[in-house]
């Protein structure tokens, strides 16, 4: 039984460009959360996909943004990339929502 | 928002000793989660609680549910060098899950 899977596991982007990251969540699950996390601090919520739509979304700009595809599995898009968006990126997948989340193992964004 | 408190930001322990840390928040949450976080991968689950009271062990790990649904601590006994790590303390109230900054743990064998 796989857990929850990322891809790629790091990438380097350069100012301005565009980064889709991707996630396929444990088996038996249809909810997946994406988290930003910045060296030293706890993740941070970006949003929750659910039934194919965003049931909840953090405290983050539009230039981030989601989908996700009937077989559960989910992407996630930031445009215009800063920075400060430089950080571990982790999906994160129940069972229908406000459930316990499985975390996959990240990935490791860096924009130069 | 729903903050997290946790604390201590980090200890440095020997092998052997006992840990505890804890995490406080001015809202209740319905479930409690510890996590552990190596270097460069994602966080495991370690401890779910889904009632105040509630006390909860895996292993040498053992979490308590505060009773007002606003705290939990996680306790580790007999640290061991594999217990290194950044453990996080969770809360989820209704569909919303959040994350207190992390308790980095060293443990000098």
């Known amino acids: 039984d796989a857990g929850v899977t990322q891809s790629p596991t790091h990438l380097i982007k350069t100012r301005g460009q565009q980064v889709t990251l991707r996630c396929s969540p444990k088996?038996?699950?249809?909810?997946v959360s994406w988290y930003q996390q910045a060296l030293g601090q706890g993740p941070q919520f970006i949003f929750q996909?659910?039934?194919?739509?965003?049931?909840q979304r953090g405290n983050f700009p539009d230039r981030f943004s989601g989908h996700q595809f009937p077989n559960y599995s989910s992407e996630l898009n930031v445009n215009a990339l800063l920075l400060g968006d430089s950080a571990l990126y982790l999906c994160?997948?129940?069972?229908?929502?406000?459930?316990?989340?499985?975390f996959g193992q990240g990935t490791r964004l860096t924009v130069v | 928002g729903q903050q997290l408190n946790q604390s201590p930001q980090s200890m440095f322990i020997q092998e052997g000793e006992d840990v505890s840390m804890n995490c406080t928040s001015s809202s209740i949450f319905n479930t409690w989660l510890w996590y552990k976080q190596d270097p460069g991968e994602g966080p495991v689950l370690l401890i779910a609680l889904y009632k105040a009271g509630e006390l909860t062990s895996n292993g040498r790990l053992t979490a308590q549910f505060g009773i007002t649904r606003k705290d939990s601590f996680l306790n580790i006994s007999a640290s061991i060098p594999s217990d290194v790590g950044i453990y996080f303390c969770?809360?989820?109230?209704?569909?919303?899950?959040?994350f207190g900054a992390g308790t980095r743990l060293t443990v000098k064998p």
């Open positions: 969770a809360g989820i109230y209704s569909r919303d899950m959040r």
């Open positions: 088996s038996g699950h249809d909810t």
């Open positions: 996909y659910y039934e194919e739509e965003e049931r």
């Open positions: 994160a997948s129940s069972y229908g929502t406000g459930t316990i989340a499985f």
